[in-house]
């Protein structure tokens, strides 16, 4: 029985029905109960161009700059730390400490999973003791914006860091940048 157990879980954990091997962020339309009830997504017409309510651009969902790697270093973070501290704070909770950890110690408890699922690297350590302090602002909006395997064109199989830029808009993750530099003090 136990064994059957141990199996199934093993098998489970093999399915990936998302973007990635494990699924850390289930989401609610995967589950059949849901799924009926989902409109059919329509399209918008051909040539409209999304706004925001002061008509201005949306950001986050027009077609964004592709930055390099050199090119990211030398980004000036356009939003100020007073205005986004404790914004980029309530981001963290909710899309980083799983792996990350509360206090970004890069202990979160996601971190076993991500070991056991053949990742090579365990979540960084955010705060001024890991790699990230030596980093500047656009390097880590980069990292965050595009996975840390696309950023350093490394292998999107065996790097786990997730991208982001559909996920928040720009000032969402530069706010995480300014957060991030506040947990490095
Ligand atoms: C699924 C787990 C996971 C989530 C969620 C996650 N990260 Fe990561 N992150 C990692 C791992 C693992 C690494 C180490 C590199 C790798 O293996 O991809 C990393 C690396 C990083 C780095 C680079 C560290 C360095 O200096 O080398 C930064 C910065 C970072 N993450 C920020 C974030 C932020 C901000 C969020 C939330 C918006 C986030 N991460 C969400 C797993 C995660």
């Given at each position: 029985?136990?064994?059957?157990?141990?199996?199934?879980?093993?098998?489970?954990?093999?399915?990936?029905?998302?973007?990635?091997?494990?699924?850390?962020?289930?989401?609610?339309?995967?589950?059949?109960?849901?799924?009926?009830?989902?409109?059919?997504?329509?399209?918008?017409?051909?040539?409209?161009?999304?706004?925001?309510?002061?008509?201005?651009?949306?950001?986050?969902?027009?077609?964004?700059?592709?930055?390099?790697?050199?090119?990211?270093?030398?980004?000036?973070?356009?939003?100020?730390?007073?205005?986004?501290?404790?914004?980029?704070?309530?981001l963290?909770r909710a899309n980083?400490?799983?792996?990350?950890?509360?206090?970004?110690?890069?202990?979160?408890?996601?971190?076993?999973?991500?070991?056991?699922?053949?990742?090579?690297?365990?979540?960084?350590?955010?705060?001024?003791?890991?790699?990230?302090?030596?980093?500047?602002?656009?390097?880590?909006?980069?990292?965050?914006?595009?996975?840390?395997?696309?950023?350093?064109?490394?292998?999107?199989?065996?790097?786990?860091?997730?991208?982001?830029?559909?996920?928040?808009?720009?000032?969402?993750?530069?706010?995480?940048?300014?957060?991030?530099?506040?947990?490095?003090?």
């Open positions: 029985m136990l064994l059957l157990v141990a199996l199934s879980v093993i098998l489970l954990t093999g399915c990936s029905r998302g973007a990635y091997p494990l699924d850390f962020f289930p989401e609610m339309h995967y589950a059949q109960s849901y799924k009926i009830q989902e409109p059919p997504s329509l399209s918008a017409p051909a040539g409209s161009v999304p706004r925001n309510v002061t008509g201005g651009p949306l950001l986050g969902t027009l077609p964004e700059v592709e930055y390099t790697l050199a090119q990211a270093k030398l980004l000036v973070n356009p939003v100020s730390k007073d205005a986004s501290v404790s914004a980029g704070a309530k963290y980083c400490a799983v792996c990350h950890g509360a206090a970004g110690l890069g202990d979160g408890p996601m971190k076993d999973r991500l070991v056991t699922a053949g990742y090579l690297a365990s979540p960084a350590n955010l705060t001024g003791a890991g790699p990230t302090k030596a980093k500047p602002d656009g390097e880590v909006f980069l990292i965050v914006t595009k996975g840390f395997a696309a950023a350093y064109g490394l292998p999107a199989d065996r790097f786990v860091m997730p991208a982001f830029r559909k996920l928040l808009t720009d000032q969402e993750r530069w706010a995480l940048v300014q957060y991030i530099r506040s947990i490095q003090q």
